[in-house]
């Protein structure tokens, strides 16, 4: 039967509203290694249907290969539990009744043998799943090697006429015991009552007491089958020492016991298990001779136990809450909710298999240990899944304890073939360690096709893009193989990177440089670099909050934990700018221990220094100062020029002792003495000349500190600024000659006629003179008119040249004022 022929008959009995689901049990002993429970699991799950198939070089005998879930092979195993049936409970009748057995018993015999040996070729041709990868194999090679090692042998001796061997063997009695062999068709039997147990369609009390009644009937039945073997083994001359023989009941005698009908002696035989089994002889037949008498020990001893069993199993239908009756409920619950909702094919499959999976993989659940201490469960998880996590590449490098801490909280998961564990887009709460099986990343385009990215084998992990970088899942995860994985949720695993920074930053950088991923994925690198430089941030953020709580401590476990002091936060501030600003002298003087930069400007330019000025920490600053801290003023003619006019006096004092340059000029060349003059502000300007401002400083229009006094200072603030310009002129004797070159070249615009008449006339621009008759003289000259008096715009009479700034308006007018 072909492959596809076996999916296209597997698909056409799905419609049905509910439909078959089984589950083997799981034994109790279970393997002591991980991976032989891995393994286990896969040769116990056998139930569902393939994601994929191998190509066989033999094309011929892969025609033929049978689908495990094919109905029509289904049909067949039903038919041979049959015959099973028949075969387990002939056996012992034909072994303890029959020396050779009659022609129409002979015939149903070889009929039997021929049915089986028609399963044993199915049987080399059915398809199978592999234990660890737990595709199914459809290569006729190894399905048949694998049956070979298997039970081929003891089915095919099952299978010979061992009737006829007996006869041609000259009725050897030992030949006779090889029947026995014909026994192991009863684990098709067994099998089929598992499969009972767990179709839902089918009530399990019902179920439970049919096999509980077959057990017990078929144990009497072999039992009275042996209690008459034992009696024909005797000499026919002494069977009066047997139970059967010395048998009397009433009138009636069982002395020739071979002569009576058939039927009478096995209801006799299976009288006599009966009543033993049950340990409820009357005396009316008993052990005779010594072999029967131990024969009737050993199967009451058995009988205890096969009592045990079935009172166990009776209390158990009547108090209920069995593994498996709580399965059966849980599957009723989902195909009602399934079929409520119309859930595709596809989904109802994945849904009932990882259902199945939980049940037969429940000894893997966190609930066996969860009445055992915290301490005992780390010990045991480290145990089992530290040698997965530390040969993940994602944590290459990192540390002992935090390798420690992820172990501890990892839970453990079985996945199907075909199941999806990550989709592309969505968001991700769960990273995932691979400890066995085979996974595959698939890109999907916008018009629906699918690209293979990479391969996820032992030892790998997903899902950190999407978590560590906060974005959407770039790409599908599916299963191929049946896995196992470890699984820990974000919130747990963001919590340990922010406790372990070091090892934090190590993952975020094996993440970079992993190379697992194509160059699809690399274009993730900006994301992932973008979000590395953002947990640097983070991390330069808590630094520097210690350092603003004065938590010194905190500080230096940070620090001690792998925090970089020498970070800075998104404004440029290294914790060496807080404590400044702050004053906190005992943490400013450790991170200078820790070699922090201390004259590193922030994003707006202000040093450590600068921030101890502006906060008024003058122990802070005279620190810092010491330690070589420069004031760094960016751009400092503004920053003093704004202290002037907002009339900070303090800062202004700080700053200039701390080597400010008194005559730093803004973007229009002013000085702080340009503003205090043009504001009139005395303190300000005697405290800037003190500090070395010049009074001869031009700005942007040749206008110096003294002219702006002079138009508009007082006359107190007139005397100070030309006391300073003599104290100047004696210690700079050379700005004299500027001094009078800059007076000399000032220039003004004289106009005719008085500013207040009707009509305006054209002026002139001219250098200003040493003299106000050189003025008036040469603005007659120019303007070729008469004038004796020159006046300013406001109609004043201008009487020393002096007093005239430069580029003012003026006016020549003739008579008085």
């Known amino acids: 039967?072909?492959?596809?022929?076996?999916?296209?008959?597997?698909?056409?009995?799905?419609?049905?509203?509910?439909?078959?689901?089984?589950?083997?049990?799981?034994?109790?002993?279970?393997?002591?290694?991980?991976?032989?429970?891995?393994?286990?699991?896969?040769?116990?799950?056998?139930?569902?249907?393939?994601?994929?198939?191998?190509?066989?070089?033999?094309?011929?005998?892969?025609?033929?290969?049978?689908?495990?879930?094919?109905?029509?092979?289904?049909?067949?195993?039903?038919?041979?539990?049959?015959?099973?049936?028949?075969?387990?409970?002939?056996?012992?009748?034909?072994?303890?009744?029959?020396?050779?057995?009659?022609?129409?018993?002979?015939?149903?015999?070889?009929?039997?043998?021929?049915?089986?040996?028609?399963?044993?070729?199915?049987?080399?041709?059915?398809?199978?799943?592999?234990?660890?990868?737990?595709?199914?194999?459809?290569?006729?090679?190894?399905?048949?090697?694998?049956?070979?090692?298997?039970?081929?042998?003891?089915?095919?001796?099952?299978?010979?006429?061992?009737?006829?061997?007996?006869?041609?063997?000259?009725?050897?009695?030992?030949?006779?015991?090889?029947?026995?062999?014909?026994?192991?068709?009863?684990?098709?039997?067994?099998?089929?009552?598992?499969?009972?147990?767990?179709?839902?369609?089918?009530?399990?009390?019902?179920?439970?007491?049919?096999?509980?009644?077959?057990?017990?009937?078929?144990?009497?039945?072999?039992?009275?089958?042996?209690?008459?073997?034992?009696?024909?083994?005797?000499p026919q001359s002494e069977e009066h020492y047997t139970w059967i023989g010395s048998l009397k009941l009433g009138e009636y005698s069982f002395q020739n016991f071979r002569e009576i009908d058939f039927w009478r002696r096995y209801l006799?035989?299976?009288?006599?298990?009966?009543?033993?089994?049950?340990?409820?002889?009357?005396?009316?037949?008993?052990?005779?001779?010594?072999?029967?008498?131990?024969?009737?020990?050993?199967?009451?001893?058995?009988?205890?136990?096969?009592?045990?069993?079935l009172i166990g199993n009776m209390t158990a239908l009547i108090v209920k809450g069995s593994k498996t009756e709580r399965f059966r409920d849980k599957m009723k619950d989902l195909i009602k909710y399934m079929n409520r909702n119309k859930l595709e094919k596809d989904i109802r499959e994945q849904i009932k298999g990882h259902v199945r999976l939980q049940y037969e993989s429940s000894y893997t659940e966190a609930a066996v240990l969860e009445d055992i201490p915290v301490s005992i469960r780390a010990k045991i998880s480290e145990g089992l899944y530290k040698p997965y996590v530390e040969n993940i590449p994602l944590f290459k490098g990192c540390s002992s304890e935090f390798i420690h801490q992820i172990v501890i909280r990892l839970q453990e998961e079985f996945f199907l073939p075909g199941e999806l564990i990550l989709e592309q887009g969505n968001a991700v709460n769960q990273l995932y360690f691979v400890c066995h099986g085979v996974l595959e990343g698939v890109g999907i385009g916008e018009d629906g096709t699918e690209e293979t990215i990479s391969q996820f084998e032992r030892n790998s992990s997903f899902g950190e893009i999407a978590i560590l970088c906060n974005i959407p899942q770039p790409f599908t995860v599916r299963v191929c193989e049946l896995c196992r994985l470890l699984r820990l949720d974000k919130q747990s695993f963001t919590n340990i990177l922010e406790i372990y920074f070091v090892d934090a930053r190590v993952v975020l950088s094996n993440l970079l440089e992993g190379g697992e991923y194509n160059s699809k994925i690399k274009q993730l690198e900006s994301d992932i670099i973008l979000h590395i430089g953002r947990q640097e941030a983070e991390l330069s953020l808590k630094v520097n909050s210690a350092a603003s709580h004065?938590?010194?401590?905190?500080?230096?476990?940070?620090?001690?934990?792998?925090?970089?002091?020498?970070?800075?936060?998104?404004?440029?501030?290294?914790?060496?700018?807080?404590?400044?600003?702050?004053?906190?002298?005992?943490?400013?003087?450790?991170?200078?221990?820790?070699?922090?930069?201390?004259?590193?400007?922030?994003?707006?330019?202000?040093?450590?220094?600068?921030?101890?000025?502006?906060?008024?920490?003058?122990?802070?600053?005279?620190?810092?100062?010491?330690?070589?801290?420069?004031?760094?003023?960016?751009?400092?003619?503004?920053?003093?020029?704004s202290a002037v006019s907002r009339g900070d006096t303090s800062f202004l004092k700080r700053?200039?002792?701390?080597?400010?340059?008194?005559?730093?000029?803004?973007?229009?060349?002013?000085?702080?003495?340009?503003?205090?003059?043009?504001?009139?502000?005395y303190l300000i300007a005697e405290l800037l000349l003190e500090a070395g401002a010049s009074v001869f400083s031009l700005d942007r229009w040749d206008t110096t500190p003294l002219d702006e006094v002079k138009k508009k200072g007082s006359l107190s603030l007139i005397k100070l600024f030309e006391n300073a310009k003599s104290e100047e002129l004696l210690k700079f004797p050379e700005r004299y000659h500027e001094v009078t070159e800059e007076t000399r070249r000032r220039k003004c615009t004289v106009f005719p006629l008085h500013p207040g008449g009707d009509e305006r006339k054209e002026g002139i621009v001219m250098w200003i003179p040493g003299t106000m008759e050189e003025l008036i003289s040469s603005a007659e000259e120019q303007l070729k008119c008469s004038g004796t008096h020159i006046v300013s715009e406001e109609g004043g009479k201008i009487l020393d040249v002096n007093l005239i700034s430069d580029g003012q308006h003026l006016y020549l007018t003739a008579g008085s004022i």
């Open 1 to 234: 039967m072909a492959p596809r022929a076996a999916e296209t008959a597997d698909g056409c009995c799905d419609s049905a509203a509910e439909m078959e689901f089984e589950a083997e049990e799981i034994d109790d002993v279970i393997e002591g290694s991980r991976g032989s429970r891995f393994a286990f699991l896969a040769r116990k799950f056998h139930a569902i249907g393939p994601l994929r198939r191998r190509r066989n070089s033999d094309e011929l005998l892969s025609r033929f290969v049978i689908h495990p879930d094919n109905k029509i092979y289904e049909f067949w195993t039903h038919f041979i539990v049959f015959w099973a049936v028949y075969s387990t409970f002939f056996t012992p009748l034909e072994f303890g009744f029959f020396r050779g057995l009659p022609r129409e018993l002979l015939l149903w015999d070889i009929i039997g043998q021929a049915v089986f040996l028609a399963d044993i070729v199915c049987l080399l041709l059915l398809a199978y799943r592999d234990p660890d990868t737990y595709r199914i194999v459809y290569s006729p090679t190894s399905i048949a090697l694998r049956y070979l090692r298997s039970g081929f042998i003891l089915d095919s001796l099952s299978c010979l006429p061992w009737d006829l061997i007996y006869k041609a063997c000259g009725r050897k009695e030992e030949v006779r015991y090889l029947l026995w062999i014909r026994l192991c068709r009863l684990r098709k039997v067994t099998g089929f009552f598992h499969k009972m147990e767990k179709d839902i369609r089918i009530n399990y009390l019902f179920t439970r007491i049919v096999k509980l009644i077959v057990v017990e009937l078929y144990c009497t039945h072999t039992a009275a089958c042996i209690f008459y073997y034992l009696a024909t083994t005797i």
């Open 268 to 309: 006799t035989s299976l009288y006599f298990a009966i009543v033993t089994m049950a340990t409820v002889g009357y005396g009316d037949i008993h052990a005779v001779n010594i072999r029967e008498m131990v024969f009737i020990m050993i199967f009451i001893s058995f009988d205890m136990i096969l009592g045990a069993y």
């Open 550 to 641: 004065g938590d010194l401590n905190y500080l230096k476990s940070l620090i001690r934990a792998g925090a970089d002091p020498k970070k800075t936060d998104y404004d440029g501030r290294s914790p060496l700018h807080i404590a400044a600003s702050k004053g906190y002298r005992d943490i400013a003087l450790y991170l200078i221990q820790e070699d922090v930069d201390i004259n590193a400007p922030d994003k707006y330019g202000n040093t450590p220094l600068l921030e101890a000025i502006k906060c008024k920490h003058d122990l802070m600053a005279s620190i810092l100062f010491n330690k070589g801290a420069k004031l760094g003023l960016g751009e400092p003619g503004i920053q003093l020029c």
């Open 655 to 681: 700053v200039l002792s701390y080597g400010a340059d008194p005559n730093s000029k803004d973007y229009d060349h002013r000085t702080p003495l340009h503003i205090a003059a043009c504001e009139g502000l």
